[in-house]
C-alpha cells in the first residue's frame, strides 16, 4: 500500500551545502521532516554538483517520511555560468549584456531536457532561447 502525502516543499538549494538554516529550516520544520537528516542525504547525493542551486520537490507523507527529487539548474544559472556573467539586465529590452551562440543553447536544453515540458530538441532550445532573452542575452539564430 501506497504512503499517504501530506504536502509537497519546493526549495532551491545550492548542491552539497544544505544546512538548517533558513530557507531550509523553517519550510520543513514547519511542516515536521526531519532537517538533518534532509540536509544529510541532501548533500550526499549533490556532492559532484557543489555551489550549483539545485531545485529539489521533497514530498512530505503523513508518518513524516520524505522523498525528495532533485532537478537539473535552472536555465538563468546555467547561462549565466557559461557566459562567465554575474547578473542579468535590469532592463533586458533596452541594455543587452551579450551575446550567445545556439551552440550554448543547445548544450543547455540538452541538459535541462528530462525537466523541460516538450519532446524536441528544437523546442527545448527556444525556450531556453527565451530565458536567455529575459536575461538580457540577444541570441544568435533567433
Do not use: W
Not at 532551491?12 to 515536521?32: D, E, M, T
Not at 555560468?81 to 532592463?91: I, R, V, W
Amino acid at each position: 500500500m501506497a504512503k499517504e502525502i501530506q504536502t509537497f516543499i519546493k526549495l532551491q538549494v545550492k548542491g552539497g551545502q544544505a544546512n538548517p538554516a533558513p530557507p531550509i529550516g523553517p519550510a520543513l520544520g514547519s511542516k515536521g521532516v526531519n532537517i538533518m537528516e534532509f540536509c544529510k542525504r541532501f548533500n550526499a547525493q549533490t556532492q559532484d554538483k557543489q555551489g550549483k542551486i539545485l531545485p529539489c520537490v521533497i514530498t512530505v507523507y503523513k508518518d513524516k517520511s520524505f522523498d525528495f527529487i532533485i532537478k537539473t539548474p535552472p536555465a538563468h544559472a546555467l547561462l549565466m555560468e557559461l557566459t562567465k556573467k554575474q547578473l542579468g539586465s535590469a532592463e533586458p529590452n533596452r541594455k543587452k549584456i551579450g551575446v550567445v551562440s545556439k551552440d550554448i543553447i543547445r548544450k543547455i536544453a540538452e541538459e535541462k531536457m528530462p525537466d523541460l515540458n516538450c519532446f524536441t530538441i528544437e523546442s527545448a532550445m527556444s525556450m531556453v532561447a527565451g530565458s536567455a532573452k529575459s536575461a538580457g542575452f540577444n541570441v544568435e539564430g533567433y
